[in-house]
């Protein structure tokens, strides 16, 4: 890690981030899934500064260290994401979005204009407002989305304070449980010390200030984004795996056949967290420097 520090707005508010691999390289903001928080980024930090890249990761609202904002929607996240990297001096830069950081990714690439030079989505979260594309999720995160939608009030009774302090203070325990439903790559991936303790050390930090993230980016994903994808008119480049059981390839399908300039790359055999590792040097390739 280069860098671990807290911006503060002209308002007060703060925006944690985090910076990885090589600092006189291409830029890239790091846009981090759910339960997550800006150091998911350290899982490819050292194939970024192998290949001179530059990664900068922000906590979302909610999430690590970034101060809670009331509801807004996900087309107002490329604000905070702009303000870090005015901070960093940095003009224009690259966008990869992962999972549930999908989303993020294509709004800062309309709203942005020509400060976003291209986008890469790894497996990314689709508009679950489409019951479609939540059908094959996982039980859970129907049950979430479907309380998102319909009873909203609901949503912190399953999902809210008492569920992260679980997840925050026994990570391995939601591992175990989520380790079952997973194929061989993802299970493959996950028992490694160095990559677990990666994903144990962002869910702690994501949660350490119990579930306000976590429930805003439900309600977000459900709701309106914001983000007209037929305006996005830049490279955005896919990779999904076919065995994908967190979230489905069908949303990277959904999302391709919707953006101008899309490529999408499907990997025979790669789950969910299996992809973002096994293929961190294809994937940080497509940022050409």
Not at 17 to 25: L, S
Not at 29 to 56: D, I, N, Q, W
Request: hydrophobic share 40%.
């Amino acid at each position: 890690m280069i860098e671990d520090a807290v911006l503060t707005t002209s308002r007060g508010r703060r925006i944690a981030f985090a910076r990885y691999g090589d600092p006189d390289g291409r830029p890239i903001g790091y846009c981090h899934g759910l339960p997550s928080s800006r150091l998911e980024a350290a899982l490819v930090a050292s194939t970024a500064k192998r290949m001179k890249l530059h990664l900068f990761a922000a906590d979302r609202p909610g999430y690590g260290r970034s101060d809670p904002l009331p509801p807004t929607r996900i087309a107002d996240w490329p604000k905070d994401l702009a303000r870090v990297a005015d901070h960093l001096g940095i003009d224009r830069f690259a966008v990869l979005g992962v999972s549930g950081g999908g989303p993020y990714a294509l709004a800062c690439g309309q709203y942005l204009g020509s400060r976003i030079d291209r986008i890469g989505l790894v497996c990314p979260l689709g508009p679950v407002a489409q019951t479609s594309l939540r059908q094959s999720m996982s039980p859970a995160a129907r049950w979430a989305f479907f309380l998102a939608s319909k009873a909203p009030w609901a949503l912190p009774i399953f999902f809210g304070k008492p569920t992260a302090y679980l997840i925050h203070r026994y990570p391995d325990l939601a591992f175990s449980l989520l380790m079952r439903s997973l194929p061989d790559k993802d299970r493959e991936v996950l028992a490694s010390p160095e990559i677990r303790e990666v994903f144990r050390a962002t869910i702690r930090e994501g949660l350490c200030h119990g579930s306000a993230g976590t429930l805003r980016d439900f309600l977000h994903y459900i709701r309106p984004w914001g983000v007209e994808l037929a305006s996005v008119d830049l490279r955005v480049t896919f990779w999904h795996g076919d065995v994908d059981t967190v979230v489905p390839l069908a949303h990277s399908r959904h999302l391709a056949e919707r953006l101008p300039r899309a490529k999408l790359h499907i990997l025979p055999g790669e789950g969910h967290y299996s992809l973002p590792v096994n293929y961190a040097e294809t994937i940080l390739g497509d940022f050409p420097r």
